[in-house]
T-cell receptor
Framework: RKEVEQDPGPFNVPEGATVAFNCTYS??????FFWYRQDCRKEPKLLMS???SGNEDGRFTAQLNRASQYISLLIRDSKLSDSATYLC????????????FGAGTRLFVKA | EAQVTQNPRYLITVTGKKLTVTCSQN?????MSWYRQDPGLGLRQIYY???????DKGDVPEGYKVSRKEKRNFPLILESPSPNQTSLYFC????????????FGPGTRLTVT
């Protein structure tokens, strides 16, 4: 089993749609959780950190369920510019130095 | 401008010819890390450094070396490259460990023939 698993995708959605991505992680000692965005083999960039209480940034909402070891990202009112690969990122256990990336979920938003 | 730079951006080389990919950051970050990205596998951590002269293995360290003699630089060394090291490589830095946002360089596309 992979340490971080994401929906395989791709997701093809029309503009304005709501789309949700899921991610599970295997190491219960993990402390930090993130969603990064990557455009077409360019460098990943932080989209949002994920907190236990959940957090929202405009059209984006991230949730963490520690009991189920599950992270989600919700994108509302999708824009063409949201088309990208979304990477679930988890730090590996205690110490906070090792990082595990999910394989990513590709999103295509169409007009 | 705060940034992470990598050089070269593209490199085609032959098996066994030693090479170094440089990485530099201007944000005074303590933590730096190298990743490789392969289709279907996502980014995998090669090595990381918590501070000057402190480095440790990630998940795929075989065939790579690193050094951290200065805070700003973290070169990746391939002593004897092989075709299975053909990949897209990213360097990243963060303030202190992977619990903080990591800033990535633009990537180095390496082909080993």
């Amino acid at each position: 089993r992979k340490e971080v698993e994401q929906d395989p995708g791709p997701f093809n959605v029309p503009e304005g749609a709501t789309v949700a991505f899921n991610c599970t992680y295997s190491n219960s000692a993990s402390q930090s959780f993130f969603w990064y965005r990557q455009d077409c083999r360019k460098e990943p960039k932080l989209l949002m950190s994920v907190y236990s209480s959940g957090n929202e940034d405009g059209r984006f909402t991230a949730q963490l369920n520690r009991a189920s070891q599950y992270i989600s990202l919700l994108i509302r009112d999708s824009k063409l510019s949201d088309s990208a690969t979304y990477l679930c990122v988890v730090n590996k256990g205690t110490g906070g130095f090792k990082t595990i990336f999910g394989a990513g979920t590709r999103l295509f938003v169409k007009a | 401008e705060a940034q992470v730079t990598q050089n070269p951006r593209y490199l085609i080389t032959v098996t066994g010819k030693k090479l170094t990919v440089t990485c530099s950051q201007n944000m005074n970050h303590e933590y730096m890390s190298w990743y490789r990205q392969d289709p279907g596998l996502g980014l995998r951590q090669i090595y990381y450094s918590m501070n000057v002269e402190v480095t440790d293995k990630g998940d795929v360290p075989e065939g790579y070396k690193v050094s951290r003699k200065e805070k700003r630089n973290f070169p990746l060394i391939l002593e004897s490259p092989s075709p299975n090291q053909t990949s897209l490589y990213f360097c990243a830095s963060s303030l202190q460990g992977s619990i903080y946002e990591q800033y990535f360089g633009p990537g180095t596309r390496l082909t080993v023939t």
